[in-house]
């Protein structure tokens, strides 16, 4: 075994937590916040909230909510630009992964000065960022426990994979009190993307027994919970949904991902596709293009997918994946890849920049674009 | 579920991960490192090896190995005075729980000032250590993951127990080839002290789903582990056991020990019996003694030790206490207390003392002095 790296944040896990946050950030010195969220947690009252805690405790916040849902290069730049401004020294961002991403972003820039496409692909982040206390409100990207920022280069129409020990933020505050405001389409795209999260870095080719552990217990969490939580709402499956996405995002963020992210990432820079309406249609025909390098992996997958249903272990690995399958169907998830973009003109040019996107180098089979253009034709 | 926080330092783990420790020193920015470490170390010609590496990456020691295996509040001090005096500005320590707290120890006093006795007890640390990394040389007491702190106050012949999230080094170094040159006695006590970590967290008042998924695997681990690696020093073994010590880490620090790490403090306070042969002793009494307040989890612990043996779910909780009993049995450790200690006299002080150790905090169940000394009458 070679040597592994774990990395996390401190983690404040539970019903609100978020009062915790005060606390928070005098612990790591902050004098004067840059807070970044979006509209639609202003909408649900949260953004208000998260102003007032500040308020009520004498921490000075200046707002930043440029955030679109794949986040953009010059929304980094000119919430960099307010950060240096406004004299921060602290960032807070509350969100999904846009908002934390476009936090960690700033973050960037603001320790390491340039642009953050200088920042692309992995180990690129030499000097130190700001404090950062992320606060999810999703269950799915957990971008407030990992090393990765996703960030569109509009001129190029990529989206950018940043991924550094430095962008691992100081804590994560995890309310899943915040998470019931969600709709149900929110919360199965956060759930499938938590979902692929943890079946990527458990196959990785950096896997430990530190993420494999935790990847194992996210998919099961996943599967018990994912339809009382979209479909009911249900605040104990959404509290269980968010350790499974905590524990998906303390595997991925240390052992890596792959191919499915790869292509999603191509597929969100090129078409503006939301990241978690992608995995319905790729997981499965990934999973099944992995197959041959990572047959007994893929066993212990489907064990935790199949559950208490009687199978042969030998037959474990491929019933895991029809059951997937079946999920996404009940669940009237789009499973083809022709409901999410309008033709295949540029599918060709998506796969090829998919096998530059750091993702890819952690994949447990080596895929040419050809390879790749394959499983999207199989889920055309 | 009331809030719940989780902490680890950044952990390197495999084998040859010693030879990133000049890398880590220059991350924590080390200038002049105080390195800490014992007589066993310096025999097993792992004190060499560090100073070596550091010195062939130009990075400046000293050197301090007055540490006892219980070890003593005058030796944190006499360690202090020569940080200050060498102007250190890192701690390095290698070595299982006693220079590792001793390490920490003199982090505490560095950084704070005063006597170590001043920090008993939960949270008493105020001000920043200086930065640390640790590199555990035995699988048992995770003081390299932990925030936790032992140190005996001579004077009252009392083990502190000194918890803080400061208390949680900055980076831990793991390299199983580091534990093979142990004893079996040695690697035995380390297993069981971290079998002992494992459930005692588990059943904690604090345990919380990130802790839980932990200590389930390492009592898993270490059943599997323990004969081979204390019989056959087999080397896979080893590095099972230590990802097992490590996973017990995490859920211990976060989530807290319970009445047998509180009598076994007492007892090493008292007659300075070495930390991990009171386990056996008095694991399974007070797996007993706690029970009727933690049936269930018993039963999911007894799930674990029980492995793919048959048994009815509800005897689970039973049968693990009773094959745990068997294996110390087996391995011709002492199950005695009477082997321990020389007699009766001293146990109702060593109980009382006991119910003030800050781990019997979160036993699952209350227990005053005469509850722990008829454990320890049933253990005799």
């Avoid at 196959?203 to 009911?232: W, Y």
């Avoid at 394959?374 to 055309?380: G, K, L, N, P």
Wanted: hydrophobic content about 40%; some cysteine.
């Amino acid at each position: 075994m070679l040597s592994t790296k774990f990395a996390i944040p401190d983690i404040i896990f539970g019903h609100g937590s978020i009062t915790h946050l005060p606390q928070c950030a005098r612990r790591v010195g902050a004098k004067r916040i840059l807070f970044v969220s979006d509209n639609g947690l202003e909408t649900a009252g949260w953004v208000d909230l998260v102003k007032e805690i500040l308020k009520a405790n004498s921490l000075d916040c200046v707002y930043f909510n440029n955030v679109d849902s794949n986040p953009r290069d010059c929304q980094v730049h000119e919430g960099a630009r307010l950060y240096e401004k406004e004299k921060c020294d602290v960032i807070i961002a509350l969100g999904g992964g846009s908002p934390m991403d476009v936090a960690k972003g700033i973050g960037v820039i603001a320790g390491n000065g340039g642009q953050i496409r200088d920042y692309e692909g992995a180990n690129q982040i030499m000097r130190p960022l700001p404090p950062m206390i992320l606060i999810p409100s999703t269950a799915g990207s957990s971008s407030d426990i990992s090393q990765y920022c996703i960030i569109t280069d509009m001129k190029r129409q990529v989206k950018m994979s940043i991924i550094s020990r430095s962008l691992v933020s100081n804590i994560s505050i995890i309310d899943p009190q915040i998470l019931v405001t969600q709709s149900r389409n929110m919360i199965l795209a956060a759930a499938v993307d938590a979902m692929a999260h943890a079946i990527e870095s458990y196959v990785s080719k950096l896997a430990s027994p530190f993420t494999e552990m935790q990847a194992l217990k996210a998919i099961e969490l996943i599967i018990k919970n994912i339809r009382p939580a979209a479909d009911d709402n249900d605040i104990k499956a959404m509290e269980q949904l968010s350790i499974a996405s905590t524990a998906a995002g303390m595997s991925f963020s240390n052992a890596g991902l792959g191919a499915l992210h790869a292509i999603a990432h191509s597929l969100g820079g090129f078409y503006d596709v939301l990241h978690g309406r992608v995995h319905p249609v790729l997981l499965p025909p990934i999973m099944r293009y992995n197959m041959s390098a990572c047959r007994k992996k893929m066993g212990e997958i489907g064990r935790q997918i199949a559950g208490s249903r009687l199978c042969p272990d030998n037959h474990l690995a491929d019933v895991g994946i029809d059951i997937l399958e079946e999920l996404f169907t009940d669940l009237e998830l789009d499973t083809k890849l022709r409901q999410l973009i309008p033709d295949k003109t540029h599918l060709e040019t998506i796969c090829k920049v998919a096998t530059r996107d750091a993702c890819q180098l952690t994949n447990p089979k080596d895929a040419h674009w050809q390879d790749l253009l394959a499983v999207c034709e199989e889920a055309w």
